[in-house]
């Protein structure tokens, strides 16, 4: 019932996004307008909840893990990528490479975690996660420069484990 | 077909939502901006090809069933066709719910506007019989299609 | 107004640059894994930097005419940021999977565990 | 400023001729399904700068979605 | 065309030439995963000029278009992935 | 001989395009019928949509789109009908 209720508001901020205009519900929205966004959210539930909520994990609907997650898109992550770019520019103008497929295990387990870190390894510095390992979540990262071969986690992403498991753990 | 890895699966399942509330915002809002009931209908195919593709053709088999998009298939066209033969008073698909003041009746003001949902006559009920058509009709397609590239390998494999 | 094409000048010639650079890198880098680092980081930072002028610009258009076309012009904007950001780095991941599962190895490669690990 | 949309207009065609060229020219079949989704890619923005946004919705659904998916089905089932 | 035209079609015509640089890669690839690669950024590329050419006209309903082709070049990208991942195996 | 009649005949076809490009109108400026007129005039006010075009398609060539719904169906109906025999 409550991932029902959960996925019928998200796709109804979805479309009241969508929709804002002119209107008479606080000059945004006409009152037509809420009622076909009502009666479509609910076939949208219908057809998605089994979907978006697969494994029945509520973590996420704690809104304090949304406040977190801002924050650490907004500071650490893209001072991250914009340190990502500045290497990728040095790497194509020189063209000093020095490439290798690393193992780490950050251990995080549940599935939002994981994608989480997977994505913000593929946008910062020098990493593209390759491949992960379906039991344990370890994951393959491609290092274009590597320094040692037997890396830590610190060395590929820095602090992020921490922040992660704040958000999603 | 296998599925495919833990991240493409986890972002599928946000995404897969927001397709279908996206196809569905293009087809109600066909008579005010562009878009319509074809075009709409193809967004929310592709997000029905999208979970086929990241869950394996038969993990997916939970989620989309191809009896019922058969069924809304032939809804789709039933109602389309009666909405045309409605109007068979004045002439075949004449428009007799424009500028009337009822359901989808008030006027639509000459010019640029942002635009009244309110209008339009019997256009955006043929917008949702054709919408209804067009995403089972693909929902079908790649259904049936996926399921005979699968037979075809297993015969070869045996 | 002189502000607000100061601010754009800057955020549009900061992605052109960036985009520029990953389409060089796509020419410049030896093997598929290399051009994938140089095409996914590039280009969405890129992206990013011309949708956040065409936010800039919708909010302080919508600010200084009061026409709310300006101000739906933004949200869109944002709704199509946020899909790219999330699709993109998906979609490298499922490339670079691909690229490895099918053989292509990395060049000049100075380890390699996945080609050891054997998964599946 | 128009001769300037102009050359967008043209650059954009030319782009999209050598991409179906290269569609019909690869020998394997699958690097011939990436070169016709870019040029069906090209289609659409071109259909964009037109002026023509219907059309271009409709490109873009079933030439970058819909018809990969029913060549990819059908070349893995005949391999 | 107001004033702001010019500022917003000259960054869409020269990521049109990016375009250009990226379809290079695509004549000359070696493997089949570096011509998806081009793909990829072409696909970028476009969502991003789009973006740009909808602020120039200032036509709201034409990011529609690029929000369109952002989710479903990423279907497009996952199927061929998915072909190459299952194919050349055996 | 066979070269010289292919060679022949793509010398006529390119020279047909060469004419027709030649005579060709200047690049985003048509001509205006009187439909595209009644068109632009009318449609707003006698159908009630803002949206020009899906007014043309549902409304006054509502027959046309009645066709290419039947086409889609009869697609289906042969891709259905095609792998009929195929269980899972």
Redesign the interface.
Known sequence: MIDFIVTFLLSMLTYLILTASQGEVWGLWSIFEIITGIVLSFIVAFIANKVLFQKRTYRMLNPLRWVIFLIYLIGPFFWAMAKANIDVAYRVITGKINPGIVKISPGLKTDLGITLLADSITLTPGTLSVDIDEKNNDLYIHWINVTTLKPTTHHICANFPQWIRRIAE | MKEMSRIVRTVTNFVYGFIIIFGFYIIVHGHLTPGGGFQGGAVVGSAFALLLVSYGSLNSKKFLKKDIFSLFENFGLILFIVLGFSGLGITFFYNFLANSGGWFGNTAVIGVNPGNMNTGGVIPLMNIAVGLEVLSAFGVIVLTMASAAEFTKKKENS | MGTLLTVLYIFLGIGVFFNCLGSVGLLRFPDVYTRLHAATKATTFGSIFTSLAVIIYGFSRWNITGDSKFRVLALHTIVALICLIITNPTGAHAIARAAHRSGVMPKQAVIDELKEAKLK | MSSFVEIIHISTLVMMIIASFLAVVFKKLLPSIVALSVASLLLSLEFYLLHAPDVAIAEAAIGAGLTMAIFIFAIRGTR | ?NE?????????????L??????????LGP?????????????????????????A?????????????????????????????????K | MKKIIFGIAFIIFFSFLIVSAINMRTFGEPTFSEMDDYFIENAQSETGANNVVTSIVFDYRGFDTLGEATVLFTAVVGVVALFRGVKK
């Open positions: 065309m702001f035209f010019k500022i917003f079609i000259i960054p869409g015509g020269l990521l049109l990016f375009m250009f640089l990226s379809l290079i890669r695509l004549i493997t089949v995963p570096d011509r998806i690669v081009a793909l990829d950024t072409i696909n970028t590329l476009v969502v991003a000029g789009m973006i740009l050419v909808g602020a006209y200032e036509e709201v309903i034409y990011i529609d278009v690029a929000i369109v082709y952002a989710l479903l070049s990423y279907i497009g990208t996952l199927y061929v992935a998915k072909y190459l991942e299952g194919g050349s195996k």
